[in-house]
């Protein structure tokens, strides 16, 4: 529901819920507060950083603002 963007990395792993929340962090959302991914995070994998084993660069490196809907700014953690 959005542009798309170019944001120059690759996002892979075995943890799925892992992968999501992250590429939400470079997208600028909370995964806490998406409920797909909180749900999931109760038992099929992890949301929290501390807990995603990264490798390669940060991916903080790659955080971009993103343009929402109205409907989903409140998701984001900024703004």
Do not use: H, W
Not at 34 to 62: H, T
């Amino acid at each position: 529901m959005g542009t798309p963007r170019a944001c120059g990395f690759l996002a892979m792993g075995a943890d799925l819920v892992a992968v999501d929340a992250t590429c939400a962090r470079i997208m600028g959302f909370n995964p806490r507060k998406l409920r797909y991914l909180q749900e999931a995070s109760q038992f099929l994998g992890n949301v929290e950083p501390d807990r995603i084993a990264q490798r390669g660069e940060d991916p903080a490196r790659f955080s971009t603002t993103f343009g929402v809907i109205d409907r989903l700014k409140r998701f984001q953690r900024r703004g």
